[in-house]
């Protein structure tokens, strides 16, 4: 639902302190609403969370929106764009005031060349995404959107945030009506 990764976090903050020159990594913040990648767009930085949350969202040609997830602390964003050299596969958008580790992509390419612990995290980044998708794909089939409804309550709870209706719909794959439905149903 809300993915971190803390050892990912722990490591661009090692390479932070570190380097003498911080022009390859920067911290860079986001107000609540603001996007950081677009759709379709050639990221200009990879960016690693430092703080708050995100949602990644597709939008579909239809212009309807659907969220895949909603990333905090220690998740990055654009590797896959670099590594494969493509357009962003979708957008992101800071659900809070966010702070990232914006790092220069020249830099993040040395990175991959040189840093096997970075190659490891990021092995382990990409087979979390594939379990997470392989579960959230099951539990859809599975159970009730009530189920995962009531999960997103809770982080919404946990959190202290305020995710509109139409995040919510678009998380769960549903029209905002069967949304509204759905939060009658749990009452």
């Not at 659907?66 to 654009?78: A, M, R």
């Not at 599975?142 to 919404?156: D, S, W």
């Not at 946990?158 to 995710?163: A, F």
């Not at 995040?167 to 009658?184: E, F, Q």
């Amino acid at each position: 639902m809300l993915r971190t990764n803390q050892i990912f976090l722990n490591y661009i903050e090692n390479l932070y302190e570190k380097k003498k020159s911080k022009e390859e990594i920067v911290i860079r913040s986001f107000s609540k609403g603001e996007r950081m990648l677009t759709q379709d767009e050639k990221p200009s930085k990879i960016m690693l969370v430092k703080q708050g949350i995100t949602k990644c969202f597709f939008t579909e040609e239809n212009g309807k929106e659907y969220i895949v997830e909603f990333l905090g602390k220690g998740e990055i964003i654009g590797e896959i764009e670099l590594i494969r050299n493509i357009p962003c596969l979708c957008s992101i958008e800071a659900v809070t005031e966010v702070a990232v580790y914006a790092v220069t992509v020249s830099y993040f390419q040395s990175l991959i060349k040189n840093d096997l612990t970075l190659n490891n995290l990021l092995l382990d980044v990409f087979a979390e995404r594939i379990i997470n998708t392989s579960r959230r794909a099951s539990y859809q089939q599975l159970y009730a959107v009530e189920h995962t409804l009531a999960q997103l309550l809770e982080l919404q709870k946990e959190q202290n945030i305020e995710i509109s209706k139409e995040d919510m719909a678009a998380y769960l794959g549903i029209t905002v009506r069967s949304l509204n439905r759905s939060l009658k149903n749990l009452k």
